[in-house]
């Protein structure tokens, strides 16, 4: 992960994430219009959204944020050095950067892995799981496919008929040939931490949920999943307590997080606590919730987990967390210096971030009368406006940058001209706590962005003349890369040594022939058997592979050396079963 600019890149038809703003790119400005105008988008866009939406959700998060706190401190520290040329606390920010890269690092494969899953395998739970719902199929089902409206319009208002008809397009989008060839990308790519991480990391997670789905039925649904697994781990206070622990030598502190993954993992994949916590106070701690506010920030997951989270550990986490947002909010006092640069930008990124940006398109101000006009794009009327505090002299050329709140259902777009921000624009009346939120934050996603950038920039410059990366490089070096693979190695291939040996070794792409035609079958395999499908019910959804599913299940049977770890196989009853 480099440091001047930790992002997450999340493949050609999909977002960049910067995990410092949060800030990210949906799709291309066709869609963001789409949204203004009420209109439905097609359903190829709920692979982008889900799978974006996933980060963004778990960047929100204790553990998220407790990264993008970490960075932003050693930010302004490397900002105040830039003006003024003070090392007073250069060791102490470069323990802290060190204590994020390492961080980002171990949890990248996660990261990627729960966004694979999420574009993959997750879909919404109809029947016999329960009112849970992940806020990113929510998000997508709410915001993309005006889910509340298709409630309205059912003849009785019923939910479930809604949901089925959904689910039934998503499964046939992931049948289609754009997503069974993105998912043969996905299954030939290589299984080591420094690579791409995503195949390992999402191995991980189906596993993980293959084995936790044998403790709590409920956990069978792949959504259930995804929520216990991001709160288990991103939802984690006394992970995010460790990642803010500055009386750690750093490399100590950041190999501590390691260790807290794996004891996580280990946790999840044994479940001791099955026994003594029900499945309804599991369910009590995974129902999103509005999140706390305070002091004009907006904090997701303060309900924790105190079986895993000890409360001692919660209240330490929650303690950093909240000494840290005071510390990275606040401009050093050199930034006087810089006129030009916004004293409340740490503040306002912090704000921000809950948000998840859809994207941004150009737009116009008509006047229509003293302090009056209105905003068009493309000749339709967005909105009417009233100014409060200043005449609509000199506007013409406007941005719109349109929001969602996965937590609270509602769209939120930014009204900006030369000026900055001057408007807001909510697809539905807010509660006053939201509306107070939203009215004291900037929320100029272009200076933030901007200056997000620079600091960035800056950081390579503030790292000059240290030994900061050749530290780094050792501990990586010392064994650091060797714990990171061993971390998720074991849980990816769930201590099948088979797999193991052959995937570690060669790949999936020689088990598969090196053939195109049996890796695109079989990647359709490995999506039907998450919907829950029969050979035949693959054969009718996507007519056709160049393999017949049956076919390429009796191919991969005769080079698949583990019954236990499919590839591409069948249950007792004839569904169609894999681990990827």
């Not at 003849?155 to 499964?171: G, K, N, S």
């Not at 009417?384 to 769209?411: H, I, M, N, P, Q």
Request: a negative charge; charged letters at 25%.
């Amino acid at each position: 992960m480099s440091v001047a600019g930790p992002r997450f890149d999340i493949g050609v038809d999909h977002a960049r994430v910067d995990l410092v703003s949060n800030h990210s790119v949906f799709r291309d400005d066709d869609y963001v219009r789409a949204l203004l105008r009420g209109e439905q988008l097609p359903m190829h866009t709920f692979s982008s959204f889900v799978h974006e939406a996933t980060h963004h959700w778990c960047f929100i998060s204790p553990v998220g944020t407790a990264l993008s706190l970490l960075y932003l401190s050693v930010a302004k520290r490397a900002l105040d050095w830039a003006i003024t040329g003070d090392e007073t606390h250069t060791q102490e920010a470069l323990g802290d950067l060190c204590t994020f890269d390492v961080a980002v690092s171990w949890l990248r494969p996660l990261n990627e892995g729960l966004a694979q899953f999420a574009e993959y395998d997750v879909r919404p739970v109809v029947a016999g799981g329960g009112s849970l719902m992940s806020p990113p199929i929510l998000g997508a089902l709410t915001h993309l496919f005006d889910l509340p409206g298709r409630l309205t319009r059912s003849p009785l208002q019923d939910r479930t008929p809604v949901l089925y008809e959904l689910a039934d397009d998503i499964d046939r989008w992931r049948l289609s040939r754009q997503t069974i060839d993105r998912k043969g990308e996905l299954l030939l790519q290589p299984l080591d931490s420094r690579g791409s991480a995503y195949l390992l990391g999402y191995l991980t997670v189906k596993s993980l949920w293959r084995n936790a789905a044998r403790f709590y039925p409920e956990l069978q649904h792949a959504d259930t999943f995804l929520l216990f697994l991001r709160k288990l781990v991103f939802g984690d206070y006394s992970l995010a307590a460790a990642i803010l622990d500055r009386a750690e030598h750093p490399h100590r502190r950041a190999l501590r997080i390691g260790q807290l993954l794996a004891e996580r993992f280990h946790l999840i994949r044994l479940m001791p606590f099955d026994d003594q916590v029900s499945w309804s106070e599991f369910e009590k701690v995974l129902t999103p919730s509005p999140p706390l506010r305070a002091g004009g920030f907006v904090l997701p997951d303060w309900t924790a987990f105190a079986g895993l989270d000890n409360q001692e550990a919660v209240d330490e986490g929650r303690h950093r967390l909240t000494e840290f947002l005071v510390e990275a909010s606040q401009p050093p006092e050199s930034l006087e210096r810089l006129p030009e640069f916004p004293p409340d930008f740490f503040g306002n990124v912090l704000r921000e971030r809950y948000l998840m940006w859809l994207g941004r398109c150009a737009a116009r101000w008509e006047s229509t009368g003293r302090r009056r006009g209105r905003v068009l794009m493309e000749d339709a009327v967005v909105a009417d406006f009233k100014l409060e505090k200043a005449t609509d002299e000199g506007l013409d050329a406007l941005s719109l940058d349109l929001y969602v709140d996965l937590y609270e259902e509602y769209r939120l777009t930014t009204v900006s001209g030369d000026k900055g921000v001057f408007g807001f624009i909510s697809s539905r009346d807010l509660a006053e706590p939201a509306m107070a939120d939203v009215t004291s934050a900037k929320l100029d996603r272009q200076q933030i962005a901007t200056i997000t950038k620079i600091l960035h920039e800056t950081m390579p410059n503030y790292l000059t003349g240290t030994d900061y990366r050749d530290s780094l490089e050792r501990l990586w070096l010392g064994g650091g890369y060797d714990l990171l693979q061993s971390t998720y190695d074991i849980y990816a291939f769930d201590s099948d040594e088979w797999v193991a040996a052959n995937l570690g070794k060669d790949g999936i792409s020689s088990v598969l022939e090196n053939d195109p035609d049996l890796v695109r079958t079989v990647a359709a395999i490995t999506l039907a058997a998450s919907a829950g499908m029969t050979p035949e019910g693959l054969g009718a959804a996507s007519p056709n592979l160049p393999v017949d599913p049956r076919d390429a299940i009796r191919r991969v049977g005769d080079r698949w050396g583990s019954d236990d770890f499919p590839l591409a196989s069948l249950t007792n009853d004839g569904f169609l079963r894999s681990a990827f």
